[in-house]
């Protein structure tokens, strides 16, 4: 078992969850249940995946868990642009938080690379 913790890619994903949940405060009240609520469990959707992969014995599993950490990525992506075109989100916070997910979808990739070369 790895300690999650430990881990850039766990990090990187903890902090854009973080960054995710500061600024979709300011979403309109009426999108609590909507927008802001799926925005906020898909991302942190990938932290949590990570850590629950680390605690996995199989070499499948750990992977299995990774892919979904990256599609919760990717998840994420999309709800980021369309709190952009609806204007939920301003265009310097969209581009942070955009920027956020690809560096995590990235870091996960060669995670999951090089994860599956030693695998």
């Given at each position: 078992?790895?300690?999650?913790?430990?881990?850039?890619?766990?990090?990187k994903?903890?902090?854009?969850?973080?960054?995710?949940y500061?600024?979709?405060?300011?979403?309109?009240?009426?999108?609590?249940?909507?927008?802001t609520?799926?925005?906020r469990?898909?991302?942190?959707?990938?932290?949590i995946?990570?850590?629950?992969?680390c605690?996995r014995?199989?070499?499948?599993?750990?992977?299995?868990?990774?892919?979904?950490?990256?599609?919760?990525?990717?998840?994420v992506?999309?709800?980021?642009?369309l709190?952009?075109?609806?204007?939920?989100?301003?265009?310097?916070?969209?581009?942070?938080l955009?920027?956020?997910?690809v560096?995590?979808?990235?870091l996960?990739?060669?995670?999951?690379?090089n994860?599956?070369?030693?695998?």
């Amino acid at each position: 078992m790895t300690d999650f913790r430990k881990l850039k890619e766990w990090n990187k994903a903890h902090e854009l969850t973080v960054d995710v949940y500061q600024v979709t405060k300011g979403f309109p009240e009426e999108e609590l249940l909507g927008l802001t609520q799926q925005i906020r469990l898909a991302c942190a959707g990938i932290p949590i995946k990570i850590a629950q992969g680390c605690d996995r014995e199989e070499a499948e599993d750990r992977l299995s868990f990774l892919r979904l950490a990256r599609d919760s990525a990717i998840e994420v992506e999309y709800y980021l642009l369309l709190c952009y075109e609806l204007e939920l989100l301003s265009a310097t916070d969209y581009d942070s938080l955009v920027s956020g997910v690809v560096e995590v979808k990235e870091l996960l990739e060669s995670f999951i690379q090089n994860f599956y070369g030693n695998f």
